[in-house]
């Protein structure tokens, strides 16, 4: 019998604004995929391209995300390790072991290793970051078109200095802002909401 590991990891947890997006991967030691790493040393169009890859050969992927209401709510450290629960979870085979970037583990029914760095040393880690940065910068692009005033598809929701300026400029009148992080609560003022969480 196979011991299927998955690798998992995260995008998101620093921004003002938008979700944070976890990824877990198995991949198929029959279909290797060659060029995984860390999915902040890779341009978009590689990302995207290994992306594909990834979605394609891997044995199983699964895509999980923590909303901004969740983030405010139980602070970003928790709400990651949700996503990466929710990620772990919506994967259709169920691995016996995950590897998860960074220096904590999510509780999983499976046992868990974490590795610091993993997503530029281990190539399941490398191809989660990937679905899980290309997955979230999809998603901010289309809050970019509801929301151009901000240009999330320039800094993807990370306290830039052209996203601080926008906030000053135009206040917060998002759900999509994270309330709880101290830059948008300097700007905390809600003008008008949509909902576009996920």
């Known amino acids: 019998m196979k011991e299927w590991v998955a690798g998992i990891d995260e995008a998101g947890r620093g921004p003002l604004a938008g979700p944070?997006?976890?990824?877990?991967?198995?991949?198929?030691?029959?279909?290797?995929?060659?060029?995984?790493?860390?999915?902040?040393?890779l341009s978009a169009r590689?990302?995207?391209?290994?992306?594909?890859?990834?979605?394609?050969?891997a044995l199983s992927y699964g895509i999980g995300m923590a909303?901004?209401?969740?983030?405010?709510?139980?602070?970003i450290y928790h709400a990651t390790l949700l996503a990466m629960q929710r990620a772990v979870a919506a994967l259709s085979v169920a691995p016996h072991h995950a590897l998860v970037d960074g220096n904590v583990c999510p509780v999983l029914?499976?046992?868990?290793?974490?590795?610091?760095?993993?997503?530029?040393?281990?190539?399941?880690?490398?191809?989660?970051s990937i679905i899980a940065k290309v997955t979230r910068d999809a998603l901010m692009d289309r809050l970019a078109e509801a929301y151009p005033v901000y240009g999330f598809e320039r800094h993807r929701?990370?306290?830039?200095?052209?996203?601080?300026r926008a906030l000053a400029?135009?206040?917060?009148?998002?759900?999509?802002?994270?309330?709880?992080?101290?830059?948008?609560?300097?700007h905390a003022r809600v003008i008008a909401s949509k909902d576009l969480n996920t």
């Open 46 to 57: 590689r990302r995207e391209a290994l992306s594909v890859l990834i979605e394609r050969d």
């Open 169 to 186: 400029d135009h206040g917060i009148i998002t759900t999509v802002h994270r309330l709880s992080f101290r830059p948008v609560m300097r």
């Open 67 to 75: 909303s901004v209401a969740e983030i405010d709510e139980l602070n």
């Open 109 to 128: 029914a499976c046992t868990a290793t974490a590795v610091v760095r993993g997503d530029a040393t281990v190539p399941a880690i490398s191809a989660a």
């Open 157 to 164: 929701g990370y306290p830039t200095a052209d996203h601080l």
């Open 20 to 41: 944070v997006v976890a990824a877990a991967v198995i991949l198929d030691p029959h279909r290797p995929i060659a060029g995984l790493a860390d999915s902040k040393k």
